[in-house]
């Protein structure tokens, strides 16, 4: 796996698209919670936050291609997304080390409702200190406020 980051100048649209896809496969294969209206509701914002967020990291298979990412603000990790076909291989794992080491994550936000996740940041050092019965959006899908020391 090769970890490289992308400049804010540096998204091109076909990148954009690129992650747009990949998130989608992502959601689709870890939260079963949500319908295909919600995940297409969703996906409209996806670009901008793509476009938006300070520091986002992409990590590469042999083939050069991508097969995950992860968006930081701050010491927030703010996304974290797999290719289904290489979930349980360590690329997540190395991902957030990477942002650990790297740009001091510290927090983060999790939906409830995806235990597998809750599961690996906790497995990664991470601790719930709040929950809300409303996502950051105000929808109705649980989160839990996240950090480690």
């Known amino acids: ?8 100048t540096a998204r091109s649209s ?26 297409a509701q969703i996906k409209a914002y996806v670009p901008g936050a793509l476009t938006a967020v300070p520091t986002l990291v992409l990590a590469y298979n ?17 996304m974290l997304f797999l290719d289904p076909a290489i979930r ?7 991902l957030l080390s990477y942002g650990m080491t790297q740009y001091g994550i510290k927090s983060l936000v999790v939906n409830e409702q995806n235990p597998q996740a809750v599961g690996f940041y906790e497995h990664m050092g ?19 406020y996240m950090r480690r020391n």
């Open 62 to 78: 042999a083939q050069e291609v991508v097969c995950g990412f992860m968006g930081v603000a701050d010491t927030k990790l703010e």
């Open 1 to 8: 796996m090769v970890v490289k980051t992308v400049a804010l």
């Open 126 to 144: 991470f601790h719930v200190e709040q929950r809300s019965a409303l996502d950051e959006q105000d929808q109705a899908y649980p989160v839990l």
């Open 14 to 39: 076909a990148l954009i698209a690129e992650l747009v896809a990949l998130w989608e496969r992502s959601v689709r294969a870890t939260h079963p919670f949500l319908d295909a209206a919600v995940v």
């Open 88 to 94: 349980g291989q360590g690329i997540g794992r190395r």
